[in-house]
């Protein structure tokens, strides 16, 4: 403690019962003045304003539902991926706004320096580089490289009605190699790092509210930590992991450079750094998956990316089914494709065929059991459609409601599928009245399934942010408005020399997602605000069920299992009981005819319903389930002409049965059926 000065005796009395007053225990033990919960007990100085007033709203509703908004797809820790100098700026900083919120040096003088938000927003670019006090050109709607969610932004949001926030970590390593840097490339030790800071977030946070634990910004682990923080009337924030090459799983000419060991090592580093969600692939195909390409100016750097990480460019086929790859990006950018080898370019791709030929791998399925078996819920937004064909096939074959589709990038068919399954969509954060067409076009599903809807901003994820309406808009936000229905009310919101209006600024920053919801309101309507309002509780209900799955028992394993035929080899063998050993590498295999069956006793008379096939290539195109109770006479419970491979699920009326046979009529292939798995369950 300091040694009060001569003189200073009044101001140090002044300060004594100032700090009684804040705390509470003035004299007689009675509180003159308490501060409200919402409120810090310091904030730095200076700081940005909030200009919000009013209680966040706690607690749950009549049905014992909790309520919010649910940003489903953030980058809180951007700054510190790419080689720490692509996203310029600090969510936070223990030397104030000031050094928060400043630009890269090699932004200076006039933002010629950006490179990455020049070739992708504006080739001719420049911006003011200076933020803090004025902020005269950034954050803006279109900035990609500069810090988009500083602490008191996000305060905002959260004091508007946000109660989710999932922060991926993320990182590409080739971005990071040929890009300004102050450190490795290493893409996990990037997450790591972004981990560590994520934390460091939520001390720095809980300091101005008095220590540990106090603080509004709370990481949780669970579904019921998340709960408990929502009730509160806090923000749940989700450590999710979006990047190109997890665990060091990239492929090199087709190659993998990761092994399951690998995988399983870095699944469990992983669950102990807190994160609950993760992206397989992301950007590059890698030993996991291949992934849903991107459009425009950014594919083609993309693709440039992928071939100088991997020596290979994106391949496509024709679809097989409904859904369709992005189209890639077939724009010329010089800048990027300069950094291909000498007599290389980047490929023409033929329009009819706007599907990644790479799916889900083997360790991909490795990856994503491992997954399924720790409770980590599945990004599948960016998977490739083969690969997330597979992916789904896998996980409704066991029941697993683990998905997340956080920011637009699925279509209708499997936006059903996934609510069936348990998931959760959010919608990405774009311009108000593209985001209500945009969720216009499947409201009838969230009301059949009595879901609720999320947004994915993804601000400091190098994509576009909600451009403004204009002052001129019909309908346009009147501030001060007061948070839907009855939250807080909310003003324009200032920073330094800087006022911000959604009108005007449209997405800059976090900050302005409260204004953005209400935009989305006067264009929309209270009923989809409604739906956004129930994001919270429905992203809840899948985590919950995710946390609660258990892998259904295979009431064939251990029986005896018998086929009309066997292939020979000398290498290995095709035996019946290979389809049921538990290992996906080995398989049963027939002989070459269309009249061949493969069978299992299951040791005594069982309840059955759902029958799953875990098919090689050589599947049938017309099979049936049949079942007997004396292995002679069969009876048919379920049947197909229309058998596509991968992995099949036959969900009959449940039935009792020993004895369970699946019978092929016609083969898909020349060669005869072949089971890496069969798995019988009750229903």
């Given amino acids: 403690m300091k040694r009060a000065r001569p003189g200073g005796i009044s101001a140090l009395l002044l300060s004594l019962i100032a700090t009684l007053l804040l705390t509470g225990s003035g004299a007689g033990g009675a509180a003159a003045v308490e501060r409200s919960w919402w409120e810090p007990a310091q904030r730095p100085t200076p700081d940005s304003d909030i200009n919000v007033s009013g209680e966040p709203f706690t607690g749950t509703d009549a049905n014992g539902d909790v309520r919010g908004f649910v940003d489903a797809h953030n980058h809180l820790m951007t700054n510190e991926a790419f080689g720490g ?51 005269q050109d950034w954050p803006s709607s279109t900035t990609m490289s500069h810090q988009q969610n500083y602490y008191a932004w996000l305060e905002r949001a959260w004091r508007g009605g946000q109660r989710v926030l999932v922060t991926d970590l993320t990182s590409n390593g080739v971005i990071c190699s040929i890009y300004v840097r102050d450190r490795g490339c290493d ?53 999710g992991v979006e990047t190109s090459e997890p665990f060091g799983c990239k492929q090199v000419l087709d ?25 397989l692939c992301h950007k590059f195909d890698n030993a996991l998956c291949g992934v849903r390409f991107d459009e425009g100016t950014t594919g083609t750097i993309i693709n440039v990316g992928q071939f100088l990480s991997t020596g290979t460019f994106w391949k496509t086929e024709k679809c097989t089914g409904p859904q369709r790859d992005n ?64 992916a789904m096939d896998i996980m409704e074959s066991v029941q697993y409601p683990g998905l997340l589709s956080s920011h637009s990038w699925m279509d209708r068919a499997w936006t059903e599928r996934l609510y069936r399954m348990g998931g959760f969509v959010g919608s990405y954060g774009m311009d108000s009245e593209a985001f209500v067409k945009d ?61 911000w209006d959604v009108n005007i600024d449209g997405g800059a920053h976090v900050g302005l997602v409260t ?19 129930q994001g919270a509780q429905s992203y809840l209900d899948t985590w919950k069920a995710t946390s609660a799955w258990d892998r259904p028992e295979n009431l064939a394993r251990g029986g005896a299992a ?69 292995n002679r006479t069969w009876r048919t419970v379920w049947r197909t002409t229309a058998g596509r491979g991968g992995v099949e699920t036959a969900q009959f009326t449940p039935t009792t049965a020993r004895y369970l046979r699946v019978h092929g009529a016609d083969r898909a292939t020349r060669h005869g059926y072949s089971l890496h798995e069969v798995a019988v369950h009750p229903g």
């Fill in 439 to 499: 969720t216009d076009a499947t409201a009838d599903l969230r009301e059949k399934y009595d879901v609720g809807l999320g947004y994915g901003t993804d601000f400091n994820g190098l994509g576009s942010h909600p451009a403004p309406r204009g002052e001129d808009a019909p309908n346009k936000v009147t501030y001060p408005f007061r948070s839907y229905p009855d939250g807080p009310l909310v003003d324009r919101q200032r920073t330094g020399e800087r006022v």
């Fill in 327 to 390: 189209p890639i990006g077939a724009a010329k950018v010089p800048e990027a494709e300069a950094k291909l080898p000498e007599g290389t370019s980047v490929p023409s791709y033929d329009e009819d065929a706007q599907c990644n030929t790479r799916g889900l791998t083997g360790l991909g399925e490795y990856a994503l059991n491992g997954m399924m078996d720790r409770g980590m819920m599945v990004e599948i937004d960016h998977m490739s459609v083969k690969a997330t064909s597979r």
């Fill in 187 to 239: 893409e996990m030790e990037s997450i790591r790092l972004q981990a560590e800071k994520t934390y460091d977030m939520q001390d720095y946070i809980d300091q101005m509210y008095g220590g540990s634990g106090k603080g509004w910004f709370r990481i949780v682990k669970s579904p019921a930590q998340a709960r408990e923080v929502i009730e509160a009337g806090k923000l749940a924030v989700v450590l």
């Fill in 255 to 279: 190659i993998a450079q990761c092994s399951e060991a690998d995988i399983d090592a870095g699944l469990d580093e992983l669950q102990s750094l807190g994160v609950s969600s993760m992206f």
């Fill in 562 to 630: 018998t086929a009309s035929s066997s292939e020979s080899s000398v290498v290995t063998s095709y035996q019946p009981g290979r389809a049921i050993d538990g290992d996906r590498a080995t398989r049963w295999a027939s002989g070459w005819n269309d009249d061949e069956w493969w069978s299992v006793d299951l040791r005594r008379r069982q309840d059955v319903g759902r029958v799953v096939l875990n098919w090689e290539t050589a599947h049938a195109s017309a099979y049936s389930i049949e079942v007997s109770d004396d």
């Fill in 515 to 533: 204004d953005w919801v209400e935009d989305v309101r006067r264009v929309g309507g209270d009923a989809l605000v409604d739906e956004l309002l």
């Fill in 85 to 135: 100098k692509l996203v310029c700026g600090k969510p936070f900083s223990d030397a104030g706004i000031a050094d928060a919120l400043k630009d890269c040096p090699e932004h200076y003088p006039d933002g010629a320096g950006a490179l990455l938000e020049n070739l992708t927003v504006d080739p001719d670019g420049h911006h003011d580089p200076v933020g803090w006090p004025t902020f």
